[in-house]
Every structure is written in structure tokens, then in C-alpha cells.
């Protein structure tokens, strides 16, 4: 993102401070005014527009306002089928699925202190149920990802644009969709985030920056928000180059299988999740892509951190690494031997490391064990352990990247 050029002289804040600056001079407005007073609030989808800005200032003021969301406005399925037969393929991230003329229309409805008919639709959202008459109150808040739209922007008292960069939008646009709501397929969510929202974003989103009285910064926070995934990756890893078949056979283990497995990991051109300590990963294994976040490392005895994955196609594959450019390691287990104990798995792992797209190197061999939530797991790997003459407090934390 070209943060400092689209900026300007624009005062940028932080979240809890730009929201205090917006309500304090909403207040200084109020004083003067003989008419509502309108702030217009946008940003990208997954910024806090709505539920960290919008919400939070309205709040402020009580029942002195009101917030008009532009999601209302959306001109509806049907609409979009007439515009598709007439060979103008739409989707629901342009401003031409949206009827900003009418907000547009009841905003100076409201600077008149007139009320308007908002239209209400029934569940599947091309169905009007009836219309709904609302009166204007002194602080009207608008918000959406065209609320700043040429159309609309000079009607606004005060505007603001809540800014993230496109990680964190992916990241929380996930963590909602898929994991706490769990309805929509995450495939599809990462392949129209990438191949339409991104896009659609930097034509119609991004640019309306400029018209904006104050920036807020609401960037994605790693270190609270991934454990929002609900999972962790708990794992123990040790160094074995002396480890045989016959030791493990000895353990009681079921052989499940061998395979390989290439695990790519991605960086933003800036190299930032390097230094927040979060890992983007496409692995290929089997034949198949599956992609994989883990947030940053949690202190433990063993190495836990927040992750989510999930199995994506090679059209979705290539997309993610045109917003992860940097292709920062390639960890290569082969072969990769399976092995399954009644409350645990393992591993071992011939493990090859490149970094960037330098040579391949020979890293060792490698035990990695999966931890699970139940204590008793942890006793039954430590008998496992001491069966091959290993201790919990020996393995190494490091990623194979830290060697």
C-alpha cells in the first residue's frame, strides 16, 4: 500500500485516539450547527469501520444519533442479474451494485431536517418487505466502503477513513467468515478476496483516502487477535540422526504412511511478518495446496502458536503469492514417515531447507510430535520419549527457518 503518498497532510491516529478526535470534534461541530451533523466513515471491508468506529461514536452520543449504514443500500440480487443479462457482469465490491445517489438523496433529507423511507428486505435480500420512516437526529454517522465517494463526500461535516493494509483485511476477513462463523466455504472467501476485493479495493476504496479529514490506523494486532483461530499448533520437534525403523517399531507406533511435503512461506514485500513473528504457509502435499497461517509463538515448553489451514486450489495458490511476493523459504520434508500412537501422532522427517531461491541444504533428521489439548497426551509422550531415550525439556522451539 502507498501509505505516505495517498496520505499527505491528512492527521493520522491511531484507533482509540482517532476515535476520541472524531467525537471530540463532532462535539465542537454540535455547538454551532442548526442542523444534523453528518460524519462519513469508510475504509476497506475488515478495517473496524463498523463495529470499532462507527459503533463506538454513535455510542457517544446516545440516542442524539444515528447510523445509517450503506450495506442498506445495496441495490440487490435481482438487479444484479438484470445488469448481468445485459452482458455488464457486476460484483457486490463496485459502487455500481450500490444506489449512492439515493444516500446521496436522504442524506440532504436529513440536512433539511426531513425523515426518509428506508427500503427493508427480506431475508433472501431481494424481496421488499415495507419501507421504514426515520427521522434525522442531531449526529447522523454513514458509513461504508463508499462513504467517501465523490458523490457523497461533500455532504459530509466530517470524514474518516479507517485505514489496514491488505493482511490484515485477509487475516480478519477469515477469522470471521471461517472460523468464528464457519458458513462460508474458505476457498472461495480467499479467491474473492484476492481475485475481487483487492482489486475492487485499490479502484474505488483506497483512492477515496484523499478525501479525508483524519486517518485512523486500525491495523491487525497478531498477538491478540490470531488466537481468535480457536486452534494452536502444539508441537515438540528433536534433532535424531540416530533414530532407526526398529526403535520406533519398538514404541508400539502404527506405521500410517510415507510421503513428501513442500512447505512455502510467504512474506509481504516489506518483510513485516518476520519481524511480528507470524508465518503465511502454502504447502503442497499429495498432489494438493493447503494454506496454512500461524500467528506469533506463544511462551510454552513447546512450541504453540495460533494457526488455522485449510485446502485451496492452484488458481487460489497463485493469487495469495501475488499479494505474498516474497518467497522467504521452501522447507522440504522427504521422505516424511508417518506414525500413529493411541493419543498422539509423529513424525520423522528428512528435513531440506532453501532460502529465497538459494540452494538446497540439508537441515538433518528430524522427530516432530503433535500435541493435543487432553494432559493425559503429554504423559503418554513423555513415556514415548523416554522409550527412545529423550526428555520434553530438550526439544528445540526453534522453526526450521531459525536453524
Avoid at 450503506?70 to 459502487?95: C, H, T, V, W
Wanted: hydrophobic share 35%.
Amino acid at each position: 500500500m502507498r501509505f505516505a503518498e495517498e496520505v499527505g497532510n491528512i492527521p493520522t491516529f491511531g484507533l482509540e485516539d482517532g476515535v476520541a478526535e472524531t467525537i471530540g470534534r463532532i462535539r465542537v461541530l454540535l455547538k454551532t450547527s442548526t442542523r444534523p451533523v453528518i460524519g462519513l466513515i469508510t475504509g476497506g471491508t475488515s478495517s473496524g469501520k463498523t463495529k470499532f468506529v462507527a459503533e463506538k461514536v454513535c455510542a457517544a452520543f446516545g440516542d442524539q444519533a444515528l447510523r445509517l449504514p450503506m450495506d442498506d443500500y445495496y441495490r440487490g440480487a435481482s438487479f444484479m442479474k438484470e445488469e448481468a443479462a445485459r452482458g455488464n457482469i457486476l460484483n457486490y465490491d463496485q459502487p455500481e451494485a450500490v444506489d449512492i445517489p439515493g444516500v446521496a438523496t436522504d442524506a440532504r433529507s436529513f440536512l433539511d431536517g426531513k425523515p426518509i423511507r428506508k427500503r427493508v428486505y427480506g431475508w433472501d435480500g431481494v424481496s421488499k418487505i415495507t419501507e421504514e420512516l426515520i427521522w434525522p437526529k442531531p449526529v447522523v454517522i454513514i458509513e461504508g466502503i463508499f462513504a467517501l465517494n465523490e458523490e457523497i463526500q461533500a455532504l459530509g461535516d466530517i470524514r474518516i477513513f479507517v485505514d489496514i493494509g491488505r493482511h490484515g483485511q485477509l487475516l480478519r476477513r477469515l477469522l470471521r467468515d471461517v472460523v468464528e462463523r464457519g458458513d462460508q466455504a474458505p476457498n472461495g472467501i480467499l479467491r474473492y478476496f484476492t481475485g475481487t476485493v483487492i482489486p475492487m479495493h485499490e479502484l474505488h476504496v483506497q483512492p477515496s483516502i484523499r478525501n479525508a479529514d483524519l486517518i485512523i490506523r486500525n491495523e491487525y494486532d497478531p498477538f491478540t487477535e490470531a488466537w481468535r483461530s480457536g486452534t494452536a499448533e502444539k508441537q515438540l520437534k528433536f534433532k535424531v540422526p540416530d533414530i532407526d525403523t526398529e526403535k520406533i517399531r519398538r514404541t508400539g507406533s502404527e506405521f500410517l504412511g510415507a510421503t513428501e511435503q513442500i512447505d512455502k512461506y510467504r512474506d509481504l514485500p516489506d518483510g513485516r511478518l518476520g519481524v511480528t513473528g507470524e508465518s503465511i504457509r502454502i504447502r503442497e502435499v499429495n498432489g494438493k495446496f493447503i494454506f496454512g497461517y500461524k500467528g506469533p509463538r506463544a511462551k510454552s515448553d513447546c512450541r504453540k502458536r495460533p494457526k488455522f489451514e485449510f485446502e485451496i486450489d492452484k488458481a487460489t495458490k497463485d493469487q495469495l503469492s501475488g499479494l505474498y511476493t516474497r518467497l522467504t523459504q521452501t522447507v522440504i520434508k522427504s521422505p516424511r514417515l508417518l506414525y500413529g500412537m493411541d493419543s498422539f501422532i509423529f513424525s520423522v522427517d528428512e528435513v531440506y531447507c532453501r532460502y529465497g531461491n538459494g540452494p538446497r541444504t540439508f537441515l538433518g533428521k528430524f522427530l516432530e510430535i503433535r500435541v493435543g489439548n487432553d494432559p493425559r497426551s503429554y504423559e503418554a509422550v513423555d513415556r514415548f520419549l523416554d522409550s527412545l531415550g529423550l526428555e520434553r525439556k530438550d526439544a528445540i522451539l526453534m522453526a526450521y527457518s531459525e536453524m
